[in-house]
């Protein structure tokens, strides 16, 4: 409810302004302050931004820029995928002169993005996770990293560690960007034993910690021995995995501190580099590229250390794979494959390469997923 | 780890019972023992939060996941104390405070708890009743939070209390009229507020469940309105505390039941399943309802009932 009370601060305060100084001096107004040679910056977030996920990688990614000279970074945490983020953004813009807005959240981008930067042409919108598309406005863009190859990886260390030949996911919504990470999991682990399958429960919602932590549960109950997973914030599932006596592959961010032992590697989220490098751009008056992707190669995604419970032969493999992922063009989804239903989704021969933007539209599980996107 | 195969369903059915209804148990107790002696407090929610918040940091900074319980269970006595005491003013709508108050409780435990979201807190330990059997699954089932049994006796003996103490006569009769308690001579405001209070102690205790055993982990999103249902799960259970122990185990068995599913492979549908507990409320409110009796059992005094 915080968000809405300090909203409405800020609705009394936009309405005073315009009362009080539409006439005189819009000039006067901080928005047009990043033309003096100095550059602020707004990061917004959907959840905490140290919750062991997918916020706290934005906000490590944050730090970086703050760490820039001539910047001034503002952040907003627990801003729903709703008009708030809308007036979240009109805020900084207006009141605390940000000139380039990193929105993180995957709702944010249609309509919320959509909507402001048409009404906002010399404010730069940089969304985490969309498809800009042509017809969007150009002064958005959508970036974003190959981070499947990071799960095929996490697949791999899975794949070596399990016993039961069953590995679990916890994922939060059938979108996209999870049925790969969930698809290429499994790919992974296939690449050692194509015996293995994967079990994979939503929970229907980006946070529900009592949800994820039954998810990981019955997980366990089904004898899935290695968990990794799709949610915000990863902590809930990796402890009760870890009290389960399951192995752990992380997601977002580092979880290994949460369970030493059980904690198998992890596909991270590298924003550091990706941030510090647009703002740079930014700054210099450069041309930012409107759809911007990368992987491992990149630096745009990076692994967890491998923990003490991974193999010789599972770290070999692992290497091997990842010296191979890091020369780019590398396919996790290559035929002759089928999806859990039947289907063929890509014949002998035929392979969809990281960078595949057909990736990005992706609708089933592979073949050896037991779970149903609807 | 033995294949159980479709038996995985009962069985985290159990298991959900026993693991995810404990918040329940303590926040519809504590409501329950408010709405007996007369008011409605709606806050809970907040209080509920702001416990797991606060139990969470008591027992992060001390050590000790036992402190961390009895720093949420004041914590939440001092919420039920301020509502009691607004809400002795006349002319004072105590749903409209209690709203109020949730919304404080839950602004106030995200501001504090901002900086334990990422530290990890001990965890109140569990009995392992489970130990008769050879197979995991059942022993991970049966890993019983003390907590849980401490609710199931408090259910007990608040129905003694209510039906067989002194104690118990004096809330009742202040729930049931304010005249004819002021007329034996007893101060309806007093035994309110002292009701509210111990109300309040008790949701903050279900909220220190969540973040120090399960989930067991403190953050903004972690009680998902369950202490709104809970204060529900009272009427549901018709102000009658051993009610509310088998309404808190239903829901959160049909809370599990998503999960369970799933993992035994029925996937297709599972937003609908994720509405077990609420369809089941459903029905059960309207195969128990009556036309002669649909109140049965509400204090008298209860602002909705009025």
Redesign the interface.
């Given at each position: 409810m915080k968000p809405s009370l300090s909203l409405t601060r800020r609705h009394f305060l936009g309405t005073a302004a315009a009362f009080g100084g539409a006439a005189v001096a819009p000039s006067l107004l901080p928005g047009q302050a990043h033309a003096a040679g100095s550059l602020t910056v707004g990061f917004i977030y959907v959840g905490p931004k140290d919750d062991f996920g997918y916020n706290q990688a934005h906000a490590e990614g944050a730090a970086a820029v703050k760490a820039m000279d001539g910047v001034t970074v503002i952040e907003e945490e627990n801003v729903p995928e709703t008009n708030d983020v809308q007036n979240t953004m009109q805020s900084m813009i207006n009141f605390d002169g940000a000139a380039l807005l990193f929105p993180t959240s995957f709702g944010y981008y249609n309509p919320h993005i959509l909507e402001l930067a048409p009404k906002f042409p010399d404010v730069r919108f940089e969304h985490c996770g969309g498809l800009w598309g042509a017809d969007d406005p150009k002064n958005a863009g959508s970036y974003f990293g190959y981070i499947g190859m990071g799960q095929y990886l996490n697949g791999i260390a899975a794949g070596h560690a399990t016993k039961s030949k069953k590995i679990g996911f916890v994922a939060a919504k059938p979108i996209p960007q999870v049925l790969n990470n969930i698809n290429s999991f499994l790919l992974g682990a296939r690449a050692v034993d194509p015996s293995i399958t994967c079990q994979v429960i939503f929970t229907g919602e980006w946070s529900l910690a009592v949800k994820e932590a039954e998810a990981t549960n019955a997980l366990a109950d089904q004898g899935c021995d290695v968990i990794t997973c799709h949610v915000d914030g990863p902590k809930v599932v990796a402890e009760t995995a870890a009290a389960r006596g399951a192995y752990i592959c992380g997601y977002h961010a580092d979880q290994s501190p949460l369970a030493p032992e059980m904690y198998l590697t992890g596909a991270e989220w590298n924003w550091a580099g990706v941030y510090t490098d647009m703002v740079t751009k930014f700054m210099a008056g450069e041309p930012i590229d409107n759809f911007v992707r990368g992987g491992l190669a990149d630096g745009f995604i990076k692994m967890s250390p491998l923990g003490p419970a991974v193999s010789d032969a599972a770290r070999n493999q692992f290497e091997a794979t990842k010296a191979e992922i890091m020369k780019g063009g590398f396919a996790a989804i290559k035929g002759p494959l089928k999806d859990n239903k039947g289907n063929m989704i890509a014949a002998e021969g035929e392979a969809f390469v990281e960078s595949d933007v057909a990736l990005e539209s992706m609708g089933y599980l592979v073949e050896g997923v037991i779970g149903s996107t609807s | 780890?033995?294949?159980?195969g479709l038996w995985?369903v009962p069985?985290?059915i159990l298991?959900?019972a026993i693991?995810?209804s404990t918040p329940f148990l303590f926040v519809s107790l504590g409501e329950c023992l408010t709405e007996r002696s007369g008011r409605i407090n709606l806050g809970l929610e907040g209080t509920l939060v702001f416990g797991a918040m606060t139990g969470y940091a008591v027992a992060y900074q001390s050590g000790s996941p036992w402190l961390g319980v009895l720093a949420a269970a004041l914590a939440g006595a001092v919420f039920g104390l301020f509502h009691g005491w607004i809400c002795k003013f006349r002319g004072v709508n105590d749903i409209a405070i209690g709203i109020a108050m949730m919304?404080l409780g839950?602004?106030l435990a995200?501001?504090f708890g901002?900086p334990f979201?990422?530290p990890?807190a001990p965890d109140l330990p569990a009995i392992p009743l489970g130990w008769w059997s050879d197979i995991p699954?059942v022993q991970?089932?049966l890993q019983v939070n003390a907590l849980f049994i401490v609710g199931g006796l408090l259910a007990l003996a608040l129905h003694w209390m209510f039906r067989a103490t002194r104690i118990g006569l004096t809330i009742r009769v202040v729930g049931d009229s304010t005249d004819a308690a002021r007329a034996i001579g007893l101060n309806p405001d007093t035994v309110r507020l002292l009701a509210t209070a111990a109300g309040g102690a008790l949701a903050g205790i279900g909220g220190a469940y969540?973040s120090l055993y399960?989930?067991?982990?403190w953050?903004?999103?972690?009680s998902?309105g369950?202490g709104l249902m809970a204060v529900a799960l009272v009427i549901f259970a018709r102000w009658n505390p051993i009610n509310c122990f088998w309404a808190a185990l239903l829901f959160g068995g049909a809370?599990?039941l998503?999960?369970?599913l799933?993992?035994?492979?029925v996937?297709?549908?599972?937003?609908l399943f994720?509405a077990a507990p609420y369809v089941l409320t459903l029905a059960l409110l309207i195969l128990t309802s009556s036309p002669d009796k649909a109140l049965h059992g509400a204090p008298g005094e209860l602002s909705i009932t009025k």
């Open positions: - | 780890m033995t294949d159980i995985g069985l985290a298991g959900g693991r995810v919304l839950m602004g995200f501001y901002k979201i990422q990890v699954q991970a089932a969540l399960y989930p067991g982990s953050n903004e999103g972690i998902s369950q809370g599990a998503g999960p369970a799933q993992s035994v492979g996937s297709s549908g599972y937003y994720f």
